[in-house]
Nanobody, 124 residues
Framework: QVQLVESGGGLVQTGDSMRVSCAAS????????MGWFRQAPGKEREFVAA????????YYAESVKGRFTISRDNARNTVYLQMNSLKPEDTAVYYC?????????????????WGQGTQVTVSS
């Protein structure tokens, strides 16, 4: 089992930056690929970013590419999502997830463990 706890959400204004974190405990964190997803009210959960367990490859949704950066610190068992130039459409609950397969990292089906989510609200 892997337990994931997100933190760092809150209310910001358009154009601001924010970093959300996800602390993992349980099984060896460095063995898992990590992803960030988000879900806005009335919408399906969507992929935001992912980073492979080896830490070398990252993936981003087109809507956040160039603005968001995913990174991980295996020594701290933590994955981060740095969000810059935030827009109102980035408003959502942000979830981190852990998975052991390298296939379809942009899909929720590739992740076995999920955090409880942290709310990010961007005001216009």
């Amino acid at each position: 089992q892997v337990q994931l706890v997100e933190s760092g959400g809150g209310l910001v204004q358009t154009g601001d930056s924010m970093r959300v974190s996800c602390a993992a405990s349980g099984r060896t964190f460095s063995n898992y690929n990590m992803g960030w997803f988000r879900q806005a009210p009335g919408k399906e959960r969507e992929f935001v970013a992912a980073i492979e367990w080896r830490g070398g490859s990252t993936y981003y949704a087109e809507s956040v590419k160039g603005r968001f950066t995913i990174s991980r610190d295996n020594a701290r068992n933590t994955v981060y999502l740095q969000m810059n130039s935030l827009k109102p459409e980035d408003t959502a609950v942000y979830y981190c997830a852990a998975g052991s397969t390298l296939l379809r990292l942009t899909s929720t089906v590739s992740y076995n463990y999920w955090g409880q989510g942290t709310q990010v609200t961007v005001s216009s």
